[in-house]
């Protein structure tokens, strides 16, 4: 038996409300924002990748699903959304635009992962990026937008992290401290810390066990050795998280997976379970990735959010997403006969848009009957041999079970003015 590859699953027609749901308001979200909608191809040049997210992380590392096409060329699914975009942002020349290019996205996103709940090696993400502007009040107003987006979800609990982790400039030397510290305390880090040290020291600071956590604790924070450019921007977008009324804590260990994250970085997640991995979602500033991909330079800052983990929490918060529609109507038939005038029924049923289905084979008017009703079926039309004959047709109310004979000229028309 086939199963779907492992970290992936189908997403079946009763959970779609969930999806649908999310779509819908982060579609919405976006509209009242200014944020229009971006689509970019599943995998790309896989040097895209390395060169962004940075060859020490743990997604270029292990995580990236990689392969060679048939003309020899060395393509990745992508791991994430922000890269594609900003390769998109220089083809497409949309420095020519007016500045800052507000973009979202819902995107599938690979990485060779371990499964476990929350943690898959495909999954869906709601992104959005706002490219070619540094002021702060951009940060805000990203930072904003995420937030929203979680109360527009109605989901309840949650808590916002900011860190600032310093530019080009003022990171080598935080890194040099940073390092200073661990090196001192080397015998307490997990092995893949010990390996932290040498390729990605700032990962250091989010590793999940327990005996590192201690360690990041007491380390060197980022936000005590910014540069004076990098300190006033980190001000400014408190000062307007403050005026926005958004509810925030500092915490000098969010840093981020990615390597292109410079200033202001944060992550959404569920009170009380920091340090687990359960962000909801999480973004930050990329200044110098456009640049680096051999664009101008481009200041630009982004948010995602993991699908799949918004389904979760609103199913364990118990949020209603939308009633069930029941409108479909029911085409059923007794006879060859009255089969033809069903098919011709169900098909100008939905000329009119009025969602039907036909009922198949050869079978009796309780079984069909039975199907209506597991279909959730509002209304059934019956027709046999005696409603073809005289043009009419039974008009049953699935809830009520109560039926009436109508023409067949008049049904649609019923069933139009709001009776389905
Ligand atoms: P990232 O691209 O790592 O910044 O992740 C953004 C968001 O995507 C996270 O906050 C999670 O909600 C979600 N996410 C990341 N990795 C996974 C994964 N392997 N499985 C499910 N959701 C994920």
Request: aromatic share 10%; hydrophobic share 35%; glycine share 10%.
């Amino acid at each position: 038996m086939y199963k779907a590859p492992r970290g992936t699953s189908d997403i079946l027609p009763r959970e779609q409300g969930y999806w649908r749901y999310i779509e819908e308001k982060a579609s919405s979200l976006c509209q009242l924002y200014g944020y229009e909608r971006i689509d970019t191809p599943v995998f790309e040049d896989a040097r895209l990748f390395i060169r962004t997210i940075g060859p020490g992380t743990d997604i270029v590392e292990k995580q990236t699903y990689s392969f060679e096409d048939r003309s020899g060329q060395e393509m990745t699914l992508r791991p994430e959304g922000t890269a594609p975009i900003c390769r998109a942002y220089i083809e497409h020349g949309m420095h020519n635009l007016p500045q800052p290019v507000r973009l979202y996205y819902f995107a599938s996103i690979f990485r060779y992962e371990r499964p476990q709940k929350g943690r898959y090696r495909q999954h869906q993400q709601f992104g959005f990026e706002a490219l070619g502007d540094d002021d702060p009040a951009l940060d805000a107003e990203v930072i904003d937008m995420a937030w929203q987006f979680f109360a527009f979800l109605g989901l309840g609990g949650l808590s916002l992290l900011l860190n600032s982790i310093g530019c080009k400039l003022c990171r080598p030397n935080y890194l040099e401290r940073l390092k200073g510290y661990y090196s001192e305390h080397v015998y307490h880090l997990c092995q893949d810390c010990k390996g932290r040290l040498v390729r990605n020291p700032l990962r250091l600071l989010d590793c999940k066990k327990p005996s590192c956590q201690g360690v990041a604790q007491s380390a060197p924070r980022s936000t005590e050795h910014l540069c004076p450019h990098c300190k006033e921007h980190f001000e400014s977008v408190m000062r307007y998280l403050f005026l926005l009324g958004i509810p925030f804590e500092k915490n000098h260990r969010l840093v981020r997976g990615l390597d292109y994250y410079k200033r202001t970085v944060f992550e959404i997640q569920p009170q009380g379970e920091e340090g687990a991995q359960t962000a909801l979602g999480g973004g930050g500033r990329y200044d110098d990735l456009i640049e680096e991909l051999g664009g101008r330079p481009t200041p630009a800052i982004g948010f995602a959010a993991g699908m799949e983990r918004i389904v979760l929490s609103i199913r364990m918060q118990g949020i209603a997403t939308a009633a069930p529609s029941s409108s479909t109507v029911f085409v059923a038939y007794l006879g060859e006969g009255a089969k033809d005038e069903a098919v011709k029924m169900t098909a100008a049923l939905r000329r009119t848009g009025i969602s039907a289905i036909s009922s198949l084979g050869d079978r009796s008017l309780r079984a069909q009957l039975r199907q209506a009703n597991a279909l959730g079926a509002a209304y059934a039309l019956i027709l046999g041999e005696e409603e073809v004959a005289s043009g009419t047709v039974m008009l049953r109310d699935m809830a009520r079970g109560e039926q009436k004979r109508v023409s067949m000229d008049g049904v649609v028309s019923i069933l139009d003015k709001g009776n389905t």
